[in-house]
C-alpha cells in the first residue's frame, strides 16, 4: 500500500480493519518514515483522547482507549535484549490488550510469534510504502 501523509487516516482504518485483531505491531522502517505519525493516528481511531508521542526517551508509553490498555514502546534507545527486559517491556506486552513497537529489530527475540511486522519503506519526501510479510 503506497500512501501520502493525507492519506494517513485511511490507511491507519485499513490496517484496524485488517489487524485489529492483532495484539502486537512491530513496526520496522528507517528513521523519519512516520512510524509514530502513523501509530498516532491509529490510537486516535481507536480512541485514545491523550496526545500520541513518540516513546524514545522514556521507552514506552501507556494509553487507554474503550477499556482497552495500549502501550507504545519505542526501544531504539536500548542497547540489547537484556536492557529491554530490565525495562519491563515483556511484561508491558504480556499486560497491554494491545501493543506498538518502534525499532524491534533492537530486541527481536522479545517479540511475541503472534507478532504483526510492518514495514514502512521511504519512496520519496511525501510517499512511504507499507508491506506486511506473511
Same mark, same amino acid.
Given at each position: ?55 524514545? @526517551? ?41 501493543? @506498538? ?29 507499507? @508491506?506486511?510479510?506473511?
Amino acid at each position: 500500500m503506497i500512501y501520502t501523509l493525507d492519506q494517513l487516516e485511511g490507511v491507519a482504518a485499513t490496517l484496524i480493519k485488517q489487524y485489529g485483531h492483532k495484539p502486537v505491531w512491530a513496526f520496522f522502517a528507517p528513521m523519519g518514515a512516520g512510524k509514530t505519525t502513523l501509530i498516532g493516528q491509529i490510537c486516535k481511531q481507536l480512541g485514545v483522547q491523550d496526545a500520541v508521542a513518540s516513546p524514545t @526517551f522514556s521507552i514506552m508509553n501507556e494509553y487507554e482507549a474503550n477499556g482497552q490498555l495500549i502501550y507504545h514502546m519505542d526501544w531504539y534507545r536500548l542497547a540489547d535484549e537484556a536492557e529491554a527486559r530490565r525495562t519491563g517491556v515483556e511484561a508491558a506486552i504480556d499486560e497491554a490488550d494491545l501493543s @506498538f513497537i518502534e525499532w524491534p529489530e533492537k530486541a527481536p527475540a522479545l517479540l511475541p510469534d503472534h507478532v504483526l511486522k510492518i514495514e514502512i519503506e521511504i519512496l520519496d519526501p511525501e510517499h512511504r510504502r507499507i @508491506f506486511i510479510p506473511s
